[in-house]
């Protein structure tokens, strides 16, 4: 088998300090995403979805970012999924950002809300038409043939050839925060962590041994 005890790599491209950080999370999120996406990292909205499912079995995907706001953070996804299962158990999970370039990571624990229909319906009729035709064709998490889901995809392209309705399994989460953690890769792994506890509607900062 192989070891990985010799791969390293020496942080050090920048330093987290709570004047520089400031008290909203928020704020310093976007500032982090903004850097991450303008320097040409792959999907900088790409985080890991952490949930609890009915087993009691943690379980862990990528998903996609769609939006975020100081109401939280929102992606979409088939309702019966498990991921989406999971969530109708227990809706508190836990969201992980990973921006290699910038030697940064943010996690964030939350409770998970479904959108409205109306918000939902807003994006889905944004989404090219294959990835709405997808929806509909996909019992996603569910075993199943190729042949099987390609077909499905075809008879759905053929039911909805233009104006594609979204599916009633299908649509958005708001991931709204308790917890935010940010941290910076830093030399002789002196990380820099600060992580920001929400109560009666405050942010409170407290800096984390690495």
Do not use: C
Not at 4 to 9: G, S
Not at 125 to 145: D, K, L, M
């Amino acid at each position: 088998m192989g070891s990985t005890a010799d791969m390293r790599h020496r942080y050090e491209k920048f330093e987290l300090l709570e004047q520089d950080a400031g008290s909203d999370p928020f704020d310093l999120f976007d500032r982090w995403f903004q850097l991450a996406s303008q320097d040409g990292l792959l999907e900088a909205n790409a985080m890991i979805l952490a949930t609890v499912n009915a087993q009691n079995e943690p379980e862990a995907r990528m998903v996609l970012l769609k939006s975020y706001s100081e109401e939280g953070f929102v992606f979409f996804t088939n309702y019966d999924s498990a991921k989406g299962q999971a969530i109708a158990h227990h809706p508190q999970v836990s969201l992980l950002f990973f921006w290699i370039n910038q030697e940064r990571q943010v996690r964030i624990s939350g409770q998970a809300h479904k959108l409205s229909e109306a918000d939902s319906t807003e994006y889905f009729n944004s989404r090219p038409y294959g990835s709405r035709i997808g929806a509909w064709a996909s019992q996603q998490s569910q075993a199943v043939e190729r042949a099987t889901l390609e077909r499905r995809f075809e008879e759905f392209s053929a039911k909805y050839p233009e104006d594609v309705p979204k599916p009633p399994h299908w649509g958005g989460y708001l991931v709204v925060p308790s917890r935010i953690e940010f941290w910076q890769g830093r030399p002789s792994r002196m990380h820099d962590r600060l992580l920001y506890r929400k109560a009666e509607d405050q942010w409170t900062m407290t800096r984390l041994a690495p």
